[in-house]
């Protein structure tokens, strides 16, 4: 507590280099609101904003411990330059993302009620399931849950989760495959629908 | 199939133009109080990767190693 108050983000960039591990800690907890915030403020989205700030602060990471990083102003800055960098590339990603277009058809693909908005019952029912769902997720062992959690609500291929968790494809589906089996178990245990209309 | 644009992603880069150059102008201190954050999840997450992560050097070039 007494370090979090003292020490200035040179410093404490310096001993996460010289291999103090909680000094980036530190760093994350004294940035992360103006970080965060400058970055929801951009794109409006929780999600994606998760998304920009973990890897915004992972290559903050790898840039220091490959001793990249040379001291030219400040910490927030640098980190927010970095985020800054990762939103222009998500928008220039997206525009050079081509769309589907029916104009040159009769039929309307897009117009139907499939594709409507939800009634607010289904929605109350969607909010439900969803919210048992996560619920029963945390209830997994932590190497089912991570792979879960990014396959399912951060759209992470099976060879991206191979390569973030350090394991390899099968095993990362052999995860997956236990941690469905368990949220079907743990879902009868406490007799939760998961049926979505 | 046509390419068609439905957002104006210009607009939006010079926003986020914007939005960097008051960010940057407002002091670090301001943002102290704020409860605005990610996920618990997140953040755990990216403190344990950077306990994990250990850059190194193989036949000139360089590979990451994450220690679980």
Partial sequence: ?197 | MNKKITQDYSAFEEDANYWFSVFDNIPDIAFAKQEVSPGSFIVNKIKAFARAYQPMVVLDKEVDLIIN
């Fill in chain 1, 1 to 197: 507590m007494e370090k979090q108050l003292v020490l200035s983000d040179e410093q404490l960039v310096k001993d996460f280099v010289a291999g103090d591990s909680g000094s980036i800690d530190i760093l994350i907890e004294r940035h992360k609101a103006k970080i965060f915030s400058y970055i929801v403020m951009c794109v409006k989205q929780q999600e994606l904003a998760e998304d920009i700030f973990q890897e915004a602060f992972i290559r903050v990471i790898r840039t220091l411990k490959n001793g990249r990083y040379s001291d030219s102003g400040k910490f927030s800055s640098w980190v927010m330059r970095i985020a800054h960098n990762l939103i222009i590339d998500y928008y220039r990603k997206q525009k050079n993302q081509s769309v589907i277009s029916n104009d040159n058809y009769e039929y309307d693909l897009f117009n139907s009620t499939q594709f409507s908005d939800k009634s607010v019952e289904e929605q109350m029912v969607t909010d439900q399931v969803l919210s048992e769902v996560s619920m029963l997720v945390n209830l997994l062992p932590d190497n089912q849950r991570e792979v879960v959690v990014m396959r399912h609500y951060r759209d992470l291929s099976f060879k991206e989760i191979a390569e973030e968790t350090n394991v390899s494809i099968n095993t990362a589906l052999g995860r997956m495959r236990y941690a469905l089996m368990n949220l079907r178990r743990l879902a009868e245990e406490r007799n939760i629908s998961l049926t979505m209309s």
